[in-house]
C-alpha cells in the first residue's frame, strides 16, 4: 500500500515535468523575443562553440586563455550581450561534434571555422543559421617541400590525409574525381590525428583550408620543410553560426560581427573608440555615427542588445581589421595576407550592410 | 499457603476472553482495493500506464520536434551519391555510388575486422591462458605480465600506440622491415601466398612500391594488432579460470594414465574446461565487436568511420544514429546467438 500511495503522488510529479517539457515557450515580453537570448542572460555566460587547437583561430593557450579570429568573435558577442568580454565559457568541438552541439543546444553558438552551404543551412538540412562570414577561405593542399609534388596530378595513387565530417573531405573527393585521379582518403576523427599521420609520413599530402593548413604549419617542428600547393580547391566561407528557430538571436550575433566590419569602415580601433564615442556625443549632426555608437536611437534595443553594443564589442576585440591582423595577419605567426578578406572599399569582401 | 515465590508454573491468561473479537460469521468483505489478489494488478496496471503515458509523450515530443525542424525521419538520402571515397573496400565502390552501398563497405570492414579480431584474440587468448598452468617459471610470469599490462591500459590508447608509434615507424621501400614472406612497410602489411600454380610467391620491391599475394593497410593492422592483443588479455583470464575449474584429480588422473602436459591439456582438461569458458568468452567477443567501433581513432574505414562522414553531409543525425545501433546491436546479437548454440553443444552430458 505504502509503495502504491507513494507512486500514486509521484506520477502526477512525472506527468508535470514531461509536460513542462513539451509547453510552447517564447511568449516572454518586451519587444524581443528570443529563449536563447534569455537563457544566455539568465546564465550570465555564453557557451561558444570553438575549435581550440587551430592557432590563430581559436587557441588554448599555456595561460588558460582562448585566443584567435573565433575566440574574438565569441569575445565580443559576450561583450555586446553583458558589456564584458570575458563572460563566455569556450567549449572545444570536433568537427562532427559541433552541429549536433548546436542543435542540442549545448553550445549558443559556433565560432569554430565552419563552412557555411547550402545542406547546413537550409531547414532540411542541419537546419543552421550563419552569421556574417568572418574569414574567406579555399581548400589546400600541404607536402612536404622535399617530395617534389607540384600539382593534383603528382598525387596519383598516393594517400592523402583528411579530417572525416568536413568539407573538406567531399571537396577532395569532387575534385579528384573530376581530374580522374586515384587516390587512398585516409580519415581520421580529429585534426590532431590527420596532422599526426601526415607527419608521421603515413600520407603525402594533407589537405584543409588554406587558413588551416598555414595555422597547423606554423607549430610543427620544421614548418619550412612544408609547402602549400598553389591549388585552391574550393571556396570556404568560415562563418560563426547559431541554431535555426531563433531568429532575434541569430540576428543579435549577424549585427555584432557586422559591427566589426563598420567599426573598421569608420576607422573606429580598440585605441580610438572612446574618443570617437565622446565626439558622437558632442555633435548632434553627425547621425550616422550617433546612430552607429548607440548614442541616439534604438538599434540595441531593436536587437534585443544594450544600446551601446558596439562600443562594447570594439573596446573588448578592435575591429574586424585589428582581429584580422592581431591573429593571422603578417603580423602573426600565420603571416596570411588580408587578400579577399580585405574591405570592400578595398577590393575585397568584407562589406557590412548600413546601419540604418 | 504461604506465597513467598511467584507461581511460575500456571499459565495467566494476558487479556481476558472479553478483549477478543467476537469470531461471529458476519465480518464484513474484504473490498476489492485491499484484496491481496487484486493489489498486484493494480500497481502494476497503474504503472504500465503511467509507462505508456511517459512514452507517448516522449515520442510525441520527439515527432513534434522534428516535424517543426522538418527532420523527421526519412531514408530517402540513402539512394543520393555518396559523393565521398573510402580508403579501403572489399566490394567494388566509388564517389558516385548511393549512401548505402557505403555504409555497406563499411559494414564490410567492420566485419572484416571484427571476425579477424575474434579468431586471432581466441588463439592468442587461449595459448596465454594455458601458460598459467605450465611447469615453465619463465612462461608462466611472462603470460602474467602481459596479461596485466595489456588489460589495465585503455583501449584507445593502445591503438593509438600502435598505430602512430608502432606501425609509422616503419619504413617505406628498400627502409621497409622485411622478414622472409613478409614485409611492413608505411604502404602496408605484405605477406607471401600461393601465387598461381601454387607457386609460393613472396613480396617485392616493385619501382619502389612493394607488391604481394596479400596486402593489408597499416591502418587494418594497426586495429587488429590493438584488438587482438586487447581481447586476448581477457580471453587468457577466461580460459585460466576454466581451466582452474577442472578438479585437480583429474590432471593427476591424466598423469597418471602417462600422457605429458600438452596431452593432458588437449585431451582431458580443455574439453571439460570449455562449459566454463564458453559463457566468458562470449561477453568478451561482444566487447571485441564493440570495441571495433574505435577504429575511426586510427583511420580504418569502419562502420563508425563511414556512418560519421555520412551523418556530416547529409545531416540526417536521428536515421544514421538509428541503422548504427541497429548494425552493432544485430552483430553482437548474432554472436551471442552462435556462443549460445555452441555452448549447448559442449555442456557435458549426464547420464
Request: proline residues 5%; hydrophobic residues 45%.
Amino acid at each position: 500500500m505504502l509503495q502504491l500511495r507513494r507512486l500514486l503522488s509521484a506520477s502526477p510529479l512525472l506527468l508535470a515535468l514531461v509536460m513542462g517539457g513539451c509547453a510552447d515557450e517564447g511568449s516572454g515580453g518586451g519587444g524581443v523575443q528570443s529563449e536563447k537570448m534569455a537563457t544566455i542572460r539568465s546564465r550570465g555566460k555564453l557557451v561558444c562553440g570553438v575549435d581550440g587547437k587551430l592557432p590563430g583561430f581559436s587557441f588554448l593557450g599555456p595561460d588558460g586563455t582562448y585566443s584567435g579570429l573565433d575566440a574574438d568573435t565569441c569575445r565580443a558577442m559576450a561583450a555586446a550581450l553583458f558589456g564584458d568580454p570575458g563572460q563566455v565559457e569556450y567549449r572545444d568541438l570536433n568537427s562532427s561534434e559541433r552541429f549536433a552541439a548546436l542543435a542540442s543546444g549545448e553550445v549558443d553558438m559556433l565560432a569554430r571555422n565552419t563552412t557555411k552551404t547550402l545542406s547546413r543551412d537550409s531547414a532540411g538540412g542541419n537546419g543552421i543559421s550563419f552569421g556574417p562570414t568572418t574569414f574567406y577561405d579555399g581548400q589546400g593542399m600541404m607536402v612536404p617541400a622535399a617530395s617534389g609534388i607540384a600539382s593534383l596530378k603528382d598525387l596519383d595513387g598516393k594517400p592523402i590525409c583528411v579530417e572525416s565530417g568536413t568539407t573538406t573531405e567531399l571537396n577532395l573527393a569532387d575534385r579528384m574525381r573530376e581530374q580522374g585521379i586515384a587516390y587512398t582518403p585516409l580519415k581520421f576523427q580529429t585534426g590532431d590525428q590527420t596532422y599526426a599521420a601526415y607527419l608521421g609520413k603515413r600520407c603525402v599530402a594533407v589537405t584543409s583550408d588554406r587558413s588551416q593548413l598555414a595555422a597547423k604549419r606554423s607549430g610543427f617542428p620544421d614548418p619550412d620543410q612544408h609547402v602549400l600547393l598553389p591549388v585552391v580547391m574550393s571556396k570556404e566561407p568560415l562563418t560563426p553560426a547559431s541554431i535555426n528557430g531563433d531568429p532575434a538571436w541569430a540576428d543579435a550575433i549577424r549585427w555584432t560581427v557586422y559591427a566589426l566590419f563598420q567599426a573598421e569602415e569608420l576607422g573606429i580601433t580598440q585605441a580610438n573608440v572612446a574618443e570617437k564615442l565622446a565626439e558622437a556625443k558632442a555633435n548632434t549632426n553627425q547621425g550616422d555615427l550617433r546612430r552607429f555608437l548607440g548614442v541616439e536611437g534604438d538599434f540595441g534595443k531593436q536587437l534585443g542588445l544594450p544600446a551601446d553594443f558596439v562600443v562594447q564589442a570594439v573596446t573588448a576585440v578592435g575591429n574586424y581589421g585589428e582581429i584580422f591582423e592581431r591573429n593571422v595577419g603578417r603580423a602573426s605567426a600565420l603571416k596570411l595576407d588580408r587578400a579577399e578578406n580585405r574591405q570592400w572599399t578595398d577590393g575585397g569582401l568584407i562589406y557590412s550592410p548600413p546601419f540604418r | 499457603m504461604d506465597r513467598r515465590w511467584p507461581d511460575l508454573f500456571t499459565a495467566v491468561p494476558l487479556i481476558t476472553p472479553d478483549a477478543y473479537p467476537p469470531m461471529s460469521e458476519q465480518k464484513p468483505p474484504i473490498p476489492w482495493w485491499r484484496d491481496r489478489r487484486v493489489i498486484p494488478w493494480l500497481v502494476q496496471g497503474v504503472v504500465g500506464l503511467a509507462m505508456l503515458v511517459v512514452i507517448a509523450l516522449l515520442v510525441g515530443n520527439l515527432v513534434r520536434n522534428l516535424t517543426a525542424a522538418g527532420l523527421l525521419l526519412s531514408w530517402r538520402w540513402l539512394g543520393q551519391p555518396a559523393s565521398f571515397d573510402v580508403a579501403e573496400s572489399l566490394i567494388p565502390f566509388d564517389a558516385a555510388m548511393p549512401y548505402w552501398r557505403a555504409l555497406v563497405v563499411g559494414l564490410v570492414n567492420s566485419l572484416r575486422a571484427i571476425v579477424v579480431g575474434l579468431v586471432g584474440a581466441t588463439l592468442l587468448g587461449t595459448a596465454v591462458g594455458m601458460t598459467a598452468y605450465s611447469g615453465n617459471g619463465l612462461v608462466r610470469r611472462l603470460g602474467r605480465i602481459y596479461v596485466e599490462v595489456i588489460r589495465n591500459i585503455p583501449l584507445l590508447l593502445q591503438l593509438l600506440f600502435w598505430y602512430f608509434v608502432v606501425f609509422l615507424s616503419f619504413g617505406n621501400g628498400t627502409e621497409a622491415l622485411q622478414i622472409p614472406g613478409v614485409v611492413l612497410a608505411k604502404s602496408g602489411l605484405y605477406l607471401a601466398w600461393f601465387a598461381e600454380g601454387w607457386s609460393w610467391q613472396g613480396p617485392q620491391l616493385v619501382n619502389g612500391i612493394w607488391q604481394a599475394p596479400w596486402r593489408f593497410s597499416v591502418e587494418f593492422a594497426a586495429l587488429l594488432t590493438g584488438l587482438i592483443t586487447y581481447t586476448g588479455a581477457f580471453v587468457a583470464e577466461v580460459v585460466r579460470g576454466g581451466i582452474a575449474a577442472v578438479p585437480r584429480g583429474q590432471w593427476e588422473a591424466a598423469t597418471s594414465l602417462g600422457l605429458h602436459w600438452s596431452q593432458s591439456m588437449r585431451s582431458v582438461v580443455l574439453p571439460q574446461a570449455l562449459p566454463v569458458i564458453i559463457p566468458g568468452l562470449n561477453s568478451q567477443y561482444i566487447s571485441l565487436a564493440k570495441n571495433s567501433a574505435l577504429a575511426v581513432a586510427v583511420g580504418y574505414a569502419d562502420l563508425y568511420s563511414v556512418a560519421e562522414t555520412t551523418l556530416n553531409q547529409t545531416g540526417r543525425a536521428l536515421e544514421v544514429f538509428l541503422l548504427l545501433l541497429g548494425a552493432y546491436l544485430v552483430i553482437d546479437l548474432l554472436i551471442s546467438a552462435v556462443m549460445n548454440g555452441l555452448n549447448q553443444l559442449v555442456q557435458i552430458r549426464e547420464r
